[in-house]
């Protein structure tokens, strides 16, 4: 059984973020099944990333070379030669574009319609649509006028390999203190400002309060800027992007994971937090109730209902345990071999019969 796997998402956690986790670990995830998974990629680099997109999808008109099973072609990619190959094509729909660029302005937004367009050519050329959840499956229909059936395959994460970086990056959070992590690129529809904002309130009501944060992004001098203003400076760590074993020992060391991120596809970095048995404070918006059933959620771009949410879990020891303990319970329901089983399964169905 061949895949073959278009995406121009950069192949590194930095620039690709959750997109190019959840590809890297789907396809390690099949190959432990037999499958084999063919990367095809931009072979030359363009600074604008529209453009490059663009172009590689282009060329994969005149790519006579591609053959397998099953394209899988992720999110715009492959919008191309959707239905054109003579194989089966699957649109695989991380994050919905359209729904993403209506939290950006100016330059931003105008590429990401660009890319939306294609995208939503994509869904619509394809012959079986999968996306991460029904919140993600709803913002397609309602975006992009797709009418036809949405497979539903969550995402993934690879326990073994988080539960061996955890073991090897050893750390507790500090009795003395109270750590808030958040991990993420620096996107308006994170709401990383909602966090500071709330940390500002926090600031007289829990000693020893600190928050880390993960990441970087367009948003950067922005938030760094509202820090100031708000004379965040003793609370607040800026960590820049880490390597994953020392990523890990963040996740260790911290009392709460929080994120109040208005627009998910899904989630990944809170299956992270789960998997190291961390309560998770987050926005009860977009397809974060799918995934954080066992959290803390509040009303969106409220810093006061954040600030309360953190504040009771740093009063109340026992509940942070109880919300970490179900978390790690819960995160095994998206071990890697079991998603990538159902995804391989469910893209199957276009052969007509079971995997080859």
């Not at 991380?94 to 294609?118: N, S």
């Not at 390999?161 to 959070?173: Q, T, Y």
């Not at 079991?338 to 893209?347: C, G, I, K, N, S």
């Amino acid at each position: 059984m061949k895949l073959c796997f278009l995406t121009a998402t950069p192949l590194d956690v930095i620039r690709g973020s959750g997109t190019y986790a959840g590809i890297s670990t789907l396809a390690g995830a099949l190959a432990e099944l037999g499958v084999e998974v063919e990367l095809v990629t931009p072979r030359w680099p363009v600074p604008v990333f529209t453009l490059r997109r663009l172009l590689f999808n282009e060329r994969l008109r005149w790519t006579s070379h591609l053959k397998a099973h099953v394209m899988v072609g992720f999110d715009m990619d492959g919008y191309r030669i959707a239905g054109r190959l003579g194989y089966p094509h699957v649109a695989c729909i991380k994050g919905v574009i359209a729904d993403e660029m209506r939290f950006e302005r100016g330059l931003t937004r105008a590429t990401m319609a660009i890319q939306a367009a294609c995208e939503a050519r994509h869904v619509r050329r394809a012959d079986l649509v999968v996306t991460t959840s029904r919140y993600a499956a709803g913002r397609l229909r309602e975006l992009y006028g797709l009418r036809s059936e949405i497979a539903l395959v969550p995402e993934m994460i690879d326990l073994a390999r988080w539960r061996a970086l955890f073991e090897r990056n050893p750390a507790s959070p500090r009795p003395e203190g109270f750590v808030v992590l958040t991990v993420c690129r620096f996107y308006p529809r994170k709401r990383l400002n909602v966090l500071l904002e709330a940390a500002g309130r926090l600031r007289g009501r829990i000693p020893g309060l600190e928050v880390r944060i993960v990441g970087g992004g367009p948003q950067a001098s922005k938030l760094r800027a509202l820090a100031d203003r708000l004379r965040l400076g003793p609370i607040v760590r800026w960590l820049g992007n880490l390597s994953q074993e020392r990523l890990a020992f963040e996740y260790n060391q911290a009392d709460v994971f929080c994120l109040p991120s208005v627009q998910e596809g899904f989630g990944i970095v809170f299956l992270e937090a789960m998997a190291a048995g961390k309560p998770i404070v987050a926005a009860r918006a977009a397809a974060v109730p799918e995934v954080v059933t066992a959290g803390l959620l509040v009303e969106p771009d409220d810093p006061e209902a954040l600030a309360t949410a953190l504040e009771n879990l740093c009063r109340d020891r026992e509940l942070r345990q109880a919300l970490g303990a179900a978390g790690r319970q819960q995160v095994r329901r998206y071990a890697a071999p079991e998603v990538a089983r159902l995804f391989l399964d469910t893209v199957c169905s276009l052969l007509g019969s079971g995997p080859r």
